[in-house]
């Protein structure tokens, strides 16, 4: 069956399967394998920092293996960037009972990695400057924080990691300040939103969205997320519960920006102004965007190095469904790419 743009989907997971593979065959870097060695029986060290976006403090959260000690070589450094709906934490450090494997922060960091993140503006123990939080804000947010992470890694280049409207708030930043950015994953992404079930939904409630900086976000509001794609079966159940749970101690409300950006003013991110390698991923019954939106995004991209992978048995919210592993395993390959000779 072909998909959009005439594209067979087997095709475009079969070509980005050989860009997987072609990293497996080569290996990592040597930082990357030193990262990794050191990491595999080394206990989790975390720590709290503050980013200032003018008179806003912003909270930021890092994971890695061992303390940083002076004089040591760096980790290679990864900054993820949540969505709309959830705080960073609930993003990627979450506790499910049961089962240890939902924190994306410390399986990275057991990778090697110097894992970092932060809550954007208004949400989770970050101070809110009264907006509503929208991609603009997003890209004030990160370039604040990028400042706290070159400060206390060294580090001038990180890969960054965003799903959903924090793929936007990634690829709006990318544009902007492509000298922090290395290697860059767009996971979930909306590019212009044509066809898309769920900007259809939210076109219904411009003027909700527009008439308040925050919208109410209640608890069957967060279990909605989850079954919104109609494939409600690719979530175990105590995962959602713990989120509730989580996300319930910071009330009831969330800013609306991102949601009012994804309904009235998409584009947001210009495909020929991102100059980083990019891996863009999507599941398979994502309802926020179709293969047509983000092919057309992608065959713009000006970098060479760049993959489009679609993961089967997943919707949108992908680091949190069953399937997880083969987001993780995509997303570590396209990290751990050997430097392209000749670049």
């Known amino acids: 069956m072909e998909g959009e743009h005439g594209v067979a989907r087997r095709t ?3 070509n980005a399967g050989v860009g997987i593979g072609a990293g497996l065959v080569a290996g990592l870097s040597q930082a990357q394998a030193e990262g990794a060695a050191k990491a595999a029986g080394g206990e989790i060290w975390s ?3 503050w980013a200032q976006k003018g008179s806003t403090k912003l909270n930021l959260w890092r994971k890695r293996v061992g303390a940083p000690k002076p004089g040591e070589k760096p980790l290679p450094v990864l900054f993820l960037v949540h969505g709309s ?3 960073t934490r609930t993003s990627y450090d979450l506790n499910v009972p049961g089962n240890t494997d939902y924190s994306t922060m410390n399986l990275f960091a057991r990778e090697g990695y110097d894992v970092w993140t932060m809550d954007h503006d208004g949400y989770g123990y970050s101070e809110s400057s009264g907006n509503n939080s929208d991609i603009a804000s997003g890209v004030e947010d990160l370039k ?3 400042k706290v992470v070159v400060k206390e890694t060294g580090q001038q ?3 960054i990691y965003g799903p959903s409207s924090g ?10 300040e492509p000298q922090h950015v290395d290697r860059l994953v767009l996971a979930a992404f909306t590019y212009k939103g044509k066809d898309s079930v769920e900007m259809d939904r939210r076109r219904k409630r411009i003027e909700e969205l527009r008439a308040n900086p925050r919208r109410k976000r209640e608890a069957s509001d967060i279990r909605s997320v989850y079954d919104r794609d109609g494939h409600a079966e690719a979530y175990d159940p105590a995962l959602i519960d713990t989120i509730v749970a989580t996300e319930m101690k910071f009330g009831n409300t969330i800013p609306s920006g991102t949601y009012l950006d994804m309904a009235v003013n998409l584009p947001l991110v210009d495909p020929t102004k991102v100059k980083s390698p990019v891996l863009m991923i999507r599941g398979e019954h994502d309802g926020n965007s179709t293969n047509d939106d983000l092919l057309d995004f992608y065959r ?5 190095d760049r993959q489009f992978v679609i993961l089967p048995h997943t919707a949108h919210s992908l680091g949190y469904s069953n399937n997880r592993h083969l987001l993780w395993y995509a997303v570590k390959n396209f990290l751990d790419a050997p430097p392209v000779i000749g670049a």
């Open 167 to 176: 793929s936007i708030r990634a690829g709006a930043y990318a544009m902007v």
């Open 157 to 159: 280049k990180m890969h």
């Open 47 to 49: 720590h709290e920092y």
């Open 85 to 87: 709906s959830f705080s």
């Open 144 to 146: 604040a924080a990028v």
């Open 300 to 304: 713009q991209l000006p970098n060479g």
């Open 12 to 14: 475009v997971l079969m």
